[in-house]
């Protein structure tokens, strides 16, 4: 069956990095565009990246463009978030998403100092 597991999450101070993971199985990888999300208590799920299935082109949310890149490996069957200059705003629980459908369980982001 579809398995998205994201992975990477953690407690990290205002301006760090973080790189989150999402490890795909039960489909072909490649044939999918992927895209990363987030929730905070209370608010809807938004997306922050999408990347699409041959990887040519990326599109983000205006709140996290030029600080967070999305990427696919698909020999790995992996999408990836790189998260810089991180700010208390981005703690969330981060989501991996496969086209329109299948969700990840989520990874929890905590930005403080």
């Known amino acids: 069956q579809v398995q998205l597991m994201e992975s990477g999450g953690g407690l990290v101070q205002p301006g760090g990095s973080l790189r989150l993971s999402c490890a795909a199985s039960g489909f072909t990888f490649s044939d999918y565009p992927m895209s990363w999300h987030r929730q905070t208590p209370g608010k809807a799920r938004e997306f922050i990246a999408g990347?699409?299935?041959?990887?040519?082109?990326?599109t983000y949310a205006d709140s996290v463009k030029g600080r967070f890149t999305i990427s696919r490996d698909d020999a790995k069957n992996t999408a990836y978030l790189q998260m810089n200059n991180l700010t208390p705003g981005d703690t969330a629980v981060y989501y991996c998403?496969?086209?329109?459908?299948?969700w990840g369980q989520g990874t929890q982001v905590t930005v403080s100092s």
């Open positions: 990347i699409t299935s041959t990887g040519s082109m990326t």
């Open positions: 998403r496969r086209g329109a459908s299948a």
